[in-house]
Every structure is written in structure tokens, then in C-alpha cells.
Nanobody
Framework: QVQLVESGGGLVQPGGSLRLSCAASGSILSSTAMGWYRQVPGKQREFVAR???????NYVDSVKGRFTISIDNAKNTVYLQMDSLRPEDTAVYYC?????????WGQGTQVTVSS
């Protein structure tokens, strides 16, 4: 059984920074990638960033140069460092684990960027 627990969300002013964490536990040895998605009310869940087993990373264009995804394999934890935050980054951020079968999702952590 896989469990993903996000943390690190909160309220920040435009231009500020946050670091999100996602701790994974359970049957995760077969995972091929981890990533982050975000969702606002009335919109589809949006891809933000991913990191694959070989260390390659991908980002949605709107966060390139501002967000950095990384992983600590010893702690089974993936991070999303978010810098130069903008109001349009406001969303619930979800951790995603890619598995051979259905993907695993965390419960989400709220990020609010506002003055």
C-alpha cells in the first residue's frame, strides 16, 4: 500500500519562496517517476514538474526557471522548491507517484500567493 504525504504549503507574498515536501511510503520500489500537479477550483489538475528514476526532470513552461524538483532517495521524499512565486501559482499542490498500475496521489497542500 502506497502513501504520499505532502507538506510545506502556506501563504506567501508575490516574489516569495516555498519548499514543498512529499514523503512516500509503502510499495514504491516499482515507481518510475515522481512529480507535482496543481489544481484550482473549476480547472483540471495541471502538471507542474516531474523527476524520473534516471534523474531527468520536466516542467510546465510557466514554472521553468522558478521551480526546481529534487529527490532524496534515502528518505523517499521528493521536493519542489518554488521561487519567485506569482499569484497565478495559487493552487492545491498534489504529489504524484508513477506506478505500473494506477498512479498514487497525496491529499494535497494549499499554496496561496497573495499580498
Amino acid at each position: 500500500q502506497v502513501q504520499l504525504v505532502e507538506s510545506g504549503g502556506g501563504l506567501v507574498q508575490p516574489g516569495g519562496s516555498l519548499r514543498l515536501s512529499c514523503a512516500a511510503s509503502g510499495s514504491i520500489l516499482s515507481s518510475t517517476a515522481m512529480g507535482w500537479y496543481r489544481q484550482v477550483p473549476g480547472k483540471q489538475r495541471e502538471f507542474v514538474a516531474r523527476i524520473s528514476r534516471d534523474g531527468t526532470t520536466n516542467y510546465v513552461d510557466s514554472v521553468k526557471g522558478r521551480f526546481t524538483i529534487s529527490i532524496d532517495n534515502a528518505k523517499n521524499t521528493v521536493y519542489l522548491q518554488m521561487d519567485s512565486l506569482r499569484p497565478e501559482d495559487t493552487a492545491v499542490y498534489y504529489c504524484n507517484l508513477v506506478l505500473p498500475g494506477p498512479n498514487a496521489w497525496g491529499q494535497g497542500t494549499q499554496v496561496t500567493v497573495s499580498s
